[in-house]
C-alpha cells in the first residue's frame, strides 16, 4: 500500500514539473488573436490598395474623357459614343478583373453652361450593375437654374466649366469584394471622383453616333 501511494506521489511530481505540452498550449490560446490580426492586417492592405485601384480609375476615366474626340479639318474635335464606350470598357482592364462592373459603377458627366449662364450637366454616361446616382444630379440638372451656381464639389475644392468649354467628372461606385468572411470592411463602398477641363476646342452639341448603331451607355 506505501508503495502504491509512493509511486502515484512521484507520478504527481513528475507530472507538475512537465513543461513538455506548455508551447502547445501557449499556440493554441495565441493562436485565434494571430488569425486575427494576421487577417485584418491583409485586409487593411487590400482595402487602402482596392481604395487607390478605384481612384485611379476614376482620374483616368476623366483624363480620357477630356481627351476623346475627332478632330476635323473644317470641325471642331467631336466626341462619339463609342469614344465614351471605350473609356467604360478599359476600367476592368485597369482595375485587373473583368468582372469589375458587376459590383461598380461609372458616371461620367459632362458639365457646362447653358444659355443663359447656368451650370448644367448637359450629357451623362454610365455603366455597371452597381445602383447608385450621381451625387450631382442626372443628365439636365441645373439647365435653366441655379442648383450647381457653386461648381462641382470635389472633395477638395469646388470646380467650374470654363466659358466655352466643359468640365469633364467621373465618379466611381465600387463594393468593396473582402479576401474573408470575417473581414471588418465587408460590404464598404467605395467611392472616387476625377475632374478634368476638355483639353481642346470641342463641339459641345453632344455626343456623336458614328456609325448610327453606338449603343448608348445610359
Not at 512521484?10 to 502547445?24: E, I
Not at 481627351?67 to 485587373?96: C, H, M
Amino acid at each position: 500500500m506505501a508503495f502504491a501511494r509512493k509511486m502515484l506521489s512521484n507520478f504527481v511530481n513528475r507530472l507538475r514539473q512537465d513543461r513538455s505540452g506548455v508551447a502547445v498550449i501557449e499556440l493554441a490560446y495565441s493562436l485565434p488573436i494571430l488569425m486575427v490580426l494576421g487577417v485584418t492586417g491583409a485586409e487593411t492592405a487590400y482595402y487602402v490598395q482596392t481604395q487607390q485601384q478605384i481612384s485611379q480609375i476614376a482620374l483616368a476615366a476623366a483624363d480620357n474623357a477630356s481627351r476623346v474626340g475627332e478632330a476635323g479639318v473644317l470641325q471642331t474635335r467631336r466626341v462619339y459614343e463609342s469614344d465614351i464606350n471605350d473609356i467604360f470598357l478599359g476600367a476592368p482592364k485597369q482595375f485587373g478583373d473583368p468582372n469589375f462592373f458587376d459590383n461598380a459603377r461609372i458616371i461620367i458627366s459632362s458639365v457646362e453652361y447653358d444659355a443663359d449662364d447656368n451650370i448644367y450637366i448637359h450629357w451623362q454616361r454610365c455603366m455597371g450593375e452597381k445602383d447608385v446616382d450621381s451625387e450631382f444630379g442626372p443628365e439636365g440638372t441645373g439647365l435653366g437654374d441655379d442648383t450647381l451656381e457653386d461648381g462641382i464639389n470635389t472633395g477638395a475644392a469646388r470646380v467650374k466649366p470654363v466659358p466655352g468649354s466643359a468640365l469633364i467628372v467621373a465618379e466611381v461606385s465600387y463594393d468593396f469584394q473582402a479576401l474573408f468572411g470575417i473581414s471588418p470592411y465587408v460590404s464598404r463602398e467605395l467611392k472616387a471622383k476625377g475632374v478634368f477641363v476638355v483639353r481642346d476646342a470641342r463641339d459641345l452639341t453632344g455626343l456623336y453616333d458614328k456609325t448610327g448603331e453606338d449603343p448608348v451607355a445610359t
